[in-house]
Nanobody, 124 residues
Framework: QVQLVESGGGLVQAGGSLRLSCAASGRTFSSYGMGWFRQNPGKEREFVAGISASGRGTTYRDSVKGRFTISRDNAKNTVYLQMNSLRPEDTAVYYC?????????????????WGQGTQVTVSS
């Protein structure tokens, strides 16, 4: 069982930055592919970024490429999402997720554990 706790969300002006953190419990964190997803009320959850268990492989949705960076520190059981040049359309609840595979992917149904989410609001 893995428990995930996100932090770092908040209110920021357009063009600003935030760094989200996701702390994981358990001794096998370094075996999990990790992902960040986001969702707004009434809308489908969407993939934002993913990282492999080793940290060497990363993927992003097109709209965040060049602005967001996913990383992980397996010694600290933590995955991060650095978000720069934020836009109002990035506003959402952001969730981190873990899957029992070494590689991440963009399909939420493939993930086995989810955090409770952290709100990110970008004002124009």
């Amino acid at each position: 069982q893995v428990q995930l706790v996100e932090s770092g969300g908040g209110l920021v002006q357009a063009g600003g930055s935030l760094r989200l953190s996701c702390a994981a419990s358990g001794r096998t964190f370094s075996s999990y592919g990790m992902g960040w997803f986001r969702q707004n009320p009434g809308k489908e959850r969407e993939f934002v970024a993913g990282i492999s268990a080793s940290g060497r492989g990363t993927t992003y949705r097109d709209s965040v490429k060049g602005r967001f960076t996913i990383s992980r520190d397996n010694a600290k059981n933590t995955v991060y999402l650095q978000m720069n040049s934020l836009r109002p359309e990035d506003t959402a609840v952001y969730y981190c997720a873990a899957r029992y595979e070494t590689y991440s992917n963009k399909y939420g149904d493939d993930y086995d554990f989810w955090g409770q989410g952290t709100q990110v609001t970008v004002s124009s």
